[in-house]
């Protein structure tokens, strides 16, 4: 069964954030808050947490994995970025956007797209997601919170644990989450190109 910590939105409480990092590092996999909807994470080596969020989800081989980073600082060493792709992350992080990369050689190939070599990143505009990577000190494997036969995200924490209690280490509630996971944009070309609208604007990626 997992636990479940009522991490405050605003002011997230230590104890709880550094309760939840310890399960991270021991492999686990947790629910957790988001700018845009809840998501699942987990450490970024952990395979066997890897594919319980795959099958958690029902992921295809070929899911693009997202990396939550703290900052901008993160990206350069988990992905090539070019010189407009950069000017893009510094105007929309954070923020409820997911960044499709040329993936790195510090990125696990198991999180890596198996054709295309990329990687997604994202840095969240959320209190409680910053304190915990914060605490963890590197980026949290993440993908979002839609179960298989739903087109939407879970948005209460107490849903989450009911549908998940036996399948995740932790939920993190902080609070009701939103309807629309992130958007996604392709930077990985020469031009950005909108795979997903969601959470935030598109179209300030357009022309």
């Known amino acids: 069964m997992s636990q479940y910590f009522e ?3 605003v002011t997230p409480q230590v104890r709880l954030v550094k309760r939840t990092v310890e ?7 947790i629910a957790y808050p988001t700018d845009s909807s809840y998501a699942l994470g987990c450490g970024i080596g952990e395979k066997q947490a890897v594919d319980r969020i795959r099958q958690i989800r029902r992921l295809r081989e070929d899911h693009n994995f997202t990396l ?8 350069g060493t988990y992905a090539r970025v070019e010189n407009y792709a950069y000017r893009l992350l510094k105007s929309h992080t954070p923020g409820p956007y997911t960044f499709i990369l040329k993936a790195t050689s ?14 997604g990143i994202r ?9 915990i990577l914060e605490e963890l000190g590197e980026p949290l494997m993440t993908v979002s919170l ?7 995200p879970i948005t209460d924490p107490v849903d989450i644990r009911a549908a998940l209690e036996h399948q995740v280490d932790a ?3 902080g609070g009701p989450g939103g309807l629309e996971p992130s958007t996604v944009v392709d930077l990985s070309g020469e031009a950005p190109r909108v795979l997903r609208e969601g959470a935030g604007d ?3 990626f357009e022309g």
Do not use: F, N, Y
């Not at 399960?23 to 996999?29: K, M, Q, Y």
């Open 7 to 9: 991490i405050h939105p």
């Open 23 to 29: 399960i991270i590092r021991a492999g686990g996999v």
């Open 68 to 75: 939550a980073c703290r900052d901008l600082s993160d990206i």
């Open 106 to 119: 510090k990125v696990p190939r198991l999180l890596q797209h198996p054709k295309k070599k990329t990687i």
């Open 123 to 131: 840095v969240p505009d959320h209190p409680t997601t910053q304190a």
């Open 146 to 152: 839609i179960m298989p036969d739903d087109d939407m």
């Open 171 to 173: 939920v993190i509630d």
């Open 202 to 204: 598109p179209s300030v």
